[in-house]
């Protein structure tokens, strides 16, 4: 018997035990009671929870931003639901996750580190922490992104030599069906790799190659039903299985990160960084030798702050581009138009991150892409830092907000068509490339993506240079129709499992 079931036989035979629960059941349901109505008249409205439950069942948890978007219609754009026992307050429509992100930055600006999340960093690193160590390792993460290049030349020379390996490995299915979801994410992760470690991995690298399996694996692992329960009901759920894999995961990352850490500190030169590892390394140095008190500069914030880099720079670049292949699959008539473009401004030429003015089609497509992907929807979740009142309902300090990104890139007073890939969102009367205040797929504010600069030039050159030398198809026998733009279950929202045919244009 399970250990439900030993626990519902304990009951069950227990008369006096039963009635024990029953009655402690019945007071959990009158205190929650309660608090949920004098909650409910100060804070923003929300559908009645149950106990103990919340909203549980009214939820899609493999897909809970479709549910949040349904509620947002019916109880505005800030509500309540209850995850669980768990208050969160939902914001939805881009003028209401604008003012929050932006006008009340520092109210809306802490990160709410869920129990997976927390299992995965311990507090650590940028994406999952807060308070003076996230605000020093974003910092220094951000200065050195810079330094090694992100948005300038040296960036765009690394990108266009991991075009040309992943243009020859496409080269090697001749034209025949194959996944693409593999070979694009080596790529993209090899952009990431150069700036953090200082060199690039080849795409049969054992170890890189499971370092990337297993990053993807999370993403998509923390996205499931399960997670979502063990995020609600922590003590509870802990056993499951998904979690497990999680932490498995997670800690063989760590020990090969360790292994590469000790090779590039056996081989660094303090004069010269190779990568934001060095660059660490030498802060840290110097930190010790000047006895700095509380250091920010110690190897779980260095361990975690690469992971973190390493997971969110490989998966969000390379899940969009893979939508973007996709898309020009299904829809031939619009790569036909960006190939046309290409042809007239840049020819057989290798394009360039300054094409791009001169590609408005082709950069709308692009931005087209990233809105109706929507990758992110949820955005990660954030935490009020201080009691704030927001659009005239009380949020008190330490709740679970969730700025939901899908209701700002498919709001309906924002786009004309915001459920149909349209690339004239981006295009003016004549043709040019306009750009809209509600394209908001790297969030906005303080906890906005910091490489938001190095993810627009892989996309772009990435995108440009694989259309530049293939067209993309279904496979033979498949339509344009039968190509399903139905989303994969994931922390981020990546195709479902395809092939396309990558049929080579000289």
Known sequence: MSVLGDF????????????????????????????????MRKGPPGPRPLPLLGNLLQLDLSRPYKTLFQLSKKHGSVFTVYLGPKKVVVLAGYKTVKEALVSYAEEFGDREILPIFYDMNLGHGILFANGESWKEM??????????????????????????????????????????????????????????????????????????VTRANENIRVVGSAEIQLYNMFPR????????????????????????????????????????????????????????????????????????????????????????????????PHIQDQVQEEMDRVVGSRVVQVDDRKNLPYTDAVIHE??????????????????????????IKAGTTVFPLLTSVLYDESEWEAPHTFNP??????EGKFTRRDAFMPFSAGRRACLGESLAKMELFLFFTSLLQRFCFTPPPGVTEDELDLTPAVGLTLGPSPHELCAVSRQ
């Open 8 to 39: 519902i036989f304990f009951l069950f035979s227990n008369p006096t035990t039963w009635l024990g629960v029953v009655v402690l059941l019945l007071v959990l349901y009158l205190v929650s009671s309660s608090v949920t109505f004098q909650e």
């Open 138 to 211: 974003r910092r220094f993460a951000l200065t050195t992104l810079r330094d090694f290049g992100m948005g300038k030349r040296m960036a765009e020379h690394k990108i266009l030599e991991e075009c040309h390996h992943l243009i020859q490995m496409f080269e090697k299915h001749k034209g025949k069906p194959f996944n693409t979801a593999r070979l694009v994410n080596y790529a993209t992760s090899n952009i990431i790799c150069n700036i953090v470690y200082g060199s690039r991995f080849e795409y049969d690298d054992p170890q890189f190659t499971n370092m």
């Open 236 to 331: 509870l759920v802990s056993w499951v299985k998904s979690r497990q894999l999680i932490l498995k995961n997670t800690e063989t990352t760590v020990r090969e990160v360790k292994d590469l850490f000790k090779s590039l500190k056996e081989t660094l030169n303090p004069h010269v960084c190779r990568g934001l590892v060095d660059c660490f390394l030498i802060r840290k140095q110097k930190e010790e030798d000047s006895s700095v008190t509380n250091t920010r500069y110690h190897e779980n914030n260095m361990l975690y702050t690469v992971t973190n880099l390493f997971a969110a720079g490989t998966d969000t670049t390379a899940t969009t581009l893979r939508w973007a292949l996709l898309l020009m699959a299904k829809y």
């Open 369 to 394: 892409t990233q809105r109706l992907a929507n990758i992110v929807p949820m955005s990660l979740p954030h935490k009020t830092s201080r009691d704030v009142t927001f659009q005239g309902y009380f």
């Open 424 to 429: 004239s969102h981006f295009l003016d009367e």
